[in-house]
């Protein structure tokens, strides 16, 4: 069965203390994973699309990194602005044109960062 | 500004009246997409459309129609709403690797 789990569920940090979020995903044929950013209230923000084992991309203080099991979102010197629930995304199937068609998600790892 | 915009925000309802939740956006993207977000089960895919008048089922589609007329439209329809459809709702497009989410609608179905 596609699958696709998200830990931890919560995450306490302190500002400046660095950790990682994990993203594990059972599907055949990976044809991507995204992550997104979530505020309370609000739809998903998206942060990186990664293709394929070995991938790495940054933004400012978050990195996104793939295996062929999992994908880690790492958080260097988090501050308090980047709480949030992170998401993962993995597409079962893909249609044509680069489009995704069904999108599986994670139940989000919750972040607060305090000061 | 490019954006999704979803109608209404808000909406309280009662069983069995039919409703529609608009959804559009302005990237002229062929790929659209309906999702619910529930607490401790996450976003879940309802619906999704590759492009005008094509559209298939996700994970959850029970309860739920769509069309896709044009391109920059995709609704949601709820035919007979059932309390079990309290949940706050995304519409989303993309084209190629980018997702982008419209603000949201939370509905209470009493």
């Known amino acids: 069965e596609d699958q696709v789990t998200q830990s931890p569920e919560a995450l306490r940090l302190q500002e400046g203390e660095s950790s990682s979020l994990n993203c594990s995903y059972t599907?055949?044929?990976?044809?991507?994973l995204f992550w997104y950013r979530q505020d309370p209230g609000k739809g998903p923000e998206f942060l990186f699309t990664?293709?394929?084992?070995?991938e790495e991309k940054e933004k400012e203080r978050l990195k996104a990194t793939l295996t062929k099991k999992e994908s880690f979102l790492h958080i260097t010197a988090p501050k308090p602005e980047d709480s949030a629930t992170y998401l993962c995304?993995?597409?079962?199937?893909w249609g044509y044109g680069g489009s995704q068609g069904n999108l599986i998600f994670g139940k989000g790892t919750k972040l607060s960062v305090k000061p | 500004e490019a954006q999704v915009t979803q109608n209404p925000r808000y909406l309280i309802t009662v069983t069995g009246k039919k409703l529609t939740v608009t959804c559009s956006q302005n990237?002229?993207?062929?790929?659209m997409s309906w999702y619910r977000q529930d607490p401790g089960l996450g976003l879940r895919q309802i619906y999704y459309?590759?492009?005008?008048?094509?559209?298939d089922k996700g994970d959850v589609p029970e309860g739920y129609k769509v069309s896709r007329k044009e391109k920059r439209n995709f609704p949601l329809i709820l035919e007979s709403p059932s309390p079990n459809q309290t949940s706050l709702y995304f519409c989303?497009?993309?084209?190629?690797?980018?997702?982008?989410f419209g603000p949201g609608t939370r509905l209470l179905v009493l």
């Open positions: 990237m002229n993207h062929e790929y």
């Open positions: 989303a497009s993309s084209s190629g690797g980018t997702q982008y």
């Open positions: 995304a993995v597409p079962i199937g």
């Open positions: 599907v055949s044929g990976l044809r991507g």
């Open positions: 990664l293709y394929s084992a070995g």
């Open positions: 459309s590759m492009n005008v008048e094509v559209t």
